[in-house]
């Protein structure tokens, strides 16, 4: 039970950070610019990318390793297994909306495909936060400190990818409070999965690396296929990506 409480303690930071990203919606009076919107997909692709490699990937094939597993066997069809999954479910929302959105059936696509590969990434971050803050409810001392460290990274993290899933559609006609509510419905899983992993944490734990194998695969297609070109339309786009990925990446080296 104590493992579980701090569990829901350590996610609910992380999920009211992605709560104070998609609040950003808020401080706009109209729609977003076109160019605020590449910067901010730019800097949330930056970091998504980032997180996928050092949050994700690398850990997931440390983690495989720990088992007696084949880090790179472990890896690669987790990451396949992510990137088929997001595919699929492009291909079929586009075949759905192709018949009657005409031409908002790309627009809709995009955020679908943006909510749905934040919110699976979410769940493996969840789980990991989950874990860390059971461990330290056991061993406290190093845990909690290394547990609370996790939080502070992923929770950083998080406040670009809530902007970027509320601010576009805010761009898009979508009244703020509806933009909002899906930018905090994109973390809302973590808390979820992270009470759910220590209640089932002897299950869950040998997943880990496929799950955040999967997490990180659904990210880079998306990525790469959406947001990466919708960004780099102007240099500010590019630039803000880059500065995503270094921030991210320094805070991932730099927090462990």
Do not use: K
């Amino acid at each position: 039970m104590m493992g579980a409480l701090y569990a829901a303690c350590g996610t609910l930071f992380t999920f009211l950070m992605t709560s104070l990203g998609a609040a950003l919606v808020f401080c706009f009076r109209r729609s977003v610019g076109e160019r605020a919107q590449r910067a901010c997909l730019g800097f949330a692709a930056g970091v998504m990318s980032a997180a996928s490699v050092f949050s994700l990937l690398c850990p997931a094939a440390e983690q495989a390793e720990r088992m007696g597993a084949l880090p790179w066997l472990t890896v690669t069809a987790g990451f396949a297994l992510g990137v088929a999954s997001i595919w699929l479910l492009d291909a079929l929302t586009m075949r759905l909306r192709a018949m009657r959105l005409g031409t908002q059936a790309q627009t809709a696509r995009q955020r679908t495909l943006l909510f749905t590969a934040v919110t699976l990434h979410n769940i493996p971050e969840g789980m990991a936060v989950g874990l860390a803050f059971a461990l330290a409810a056991r061993d406290g001392g190093l845990s909690l400190a290394a547990a609370s460290t996790l939080a502070l990274g992923i929770g950083v993290q998080n406040l670009p990818e809530g902007a970027a899933i509320s601010l576009p559609l805010r761009q898009n006609g979508m009244s703020r409070v509806r933009s909002f509510g899906l930018g905090v419905l994109s973390g809302a899983v973590e808390p979820v999965f992270g009470v759910l992993v220590v209640l089932a944490v002897a299950a869950v734990e040998a997943m880990m690396p496929l799950l955040m194998a999967f997490a990180a695969g659904a990210m880079m297609l998306v990525v790469f296929e959406e947001m990466i070109p919708a960004a780099a339309g102007e240099r500010l786009g590019v630039l803000c990506a880059m500065a995503g990925y270094v921030l991210m990446m320094a805070l991932d080296l730099a927090l462990g």
